[in-house]
């Protein structure tokens, strides 16, 4: 299994730009989100789904947009890039259906900077 | 409303001495206890996790935390620093009521172990 994947591992954008960051899990899990970690503040929770055809917001999650068309896949797009969205972005999946015990498996993120 | 404070954002210990990294939770009701390692420039994966089935939990490479009620603690700790043990460490809590999109994370300590 290659677990959580994500693309690309580097980006650099400028401000105004679109990108989609991809994200994909061969374990069957239900579930898959989308965070970003920023120095100081840990991981702040952006946007998660919770199956295929089933999304909703996070914590923070103005200036993204998420899909779940497929239980592998969960890109994560940015709108309009702005400089307050450098950040590392994680996307992480568990199997769900264990309540608040479900151990998260988290892909080795995707670093973006906006210019 | 939950929370989690990591006390310590930099912890240096010497190679072969006591690790301890301090972790503090709120919450109404005692919640379940995560903690998370991530080595430089890769996501987190799970070290261990409280699931109210024991207090004293054992992780994967040598790390214990104890969940302490009275206190509402859950400190990591392992007996010998390894210099392999250089990492950032997340404490995460989430609520009985499931959902982990109600998860979170504390702002992380990175742990430097000097040889």
């Known amino acids: 299994n290659a677990g959580v994947t994500q693309t690309p591992k580097f980006q650099v954008l400028k401000t105004g730009q679109s990108m989609t960051l991809q994200c994909a899990q061969d374990?069957?899990?239900?579930?898959m989100s989308w965070y970003r970690q920023d120095p100081g503040m840990g991981l702040r929770l952006i946007h998660y789904?919770?199956?295929?055809?089933?999304?909703d917001q996070g914590e923070v999650p103005n200036g993204y947009n998420v899909s779940r068309s497929t239980t592998e896949d969960f890109p994560l797009r940015l709108l309009s890039a702005a400089p307050s969205q450098t950040s590392v972005y994680f996307c992480?999946?568990?199997?769900?259906?264990?309540?608040?015990?479900?151990?998260?498996?988290f892909g080795p993120g995707t670093r973006l900077t906006v210019l | 409303a939950q929370s989690v404070t990591q006390l310590g954002s930099h912890v240096s210990v010497s190679e072969g001495a006591l690790v301890l990294l301090r972790c503090n939770y709120s919450?109404?009701?005692?919640?379940?206890l995560f903690w998370y390692v991530q080595y430089p420039n890769q996501g987190l994966q799970l070290l261990l996790k409280?699931?109210?089935?024991?207090?004293l939990v054992k992780g994967i490479n040598g790390f214990e935390a104890e969940f302490k009620k009275s206190e509402t603690s859950f400190h990591l700790t392992k007996p010998s620093a390894h210099m392999s043990d250089a990492a950032e460490y997340f404490c995460?809590?989430?609520?009985?009521?499931?959902?982990?999109?109600?998860?979170?994370f504390g702002i992380g300590t990175k742990l430097q172990v000097i040889p």
């Open positions: 409280y699931t109210s089935a024991a207090t």
């Open positions: 992480a999946s568990s199997p769900g259906g264990t309540g608040g015990t479900d151990t998260q498996y």
């Open positions: 919450s109404s009701v005692p919640p379940y």
């Open positions: 374990m069957n899990h239900e579930y």
């Open positions: 789904s919770v199956g295929a055809g089933i999304t």
């Open positions: 995460a809590v989430s609520p009985h009521s499931g959902g982990y999109q109600k998860v979170t």
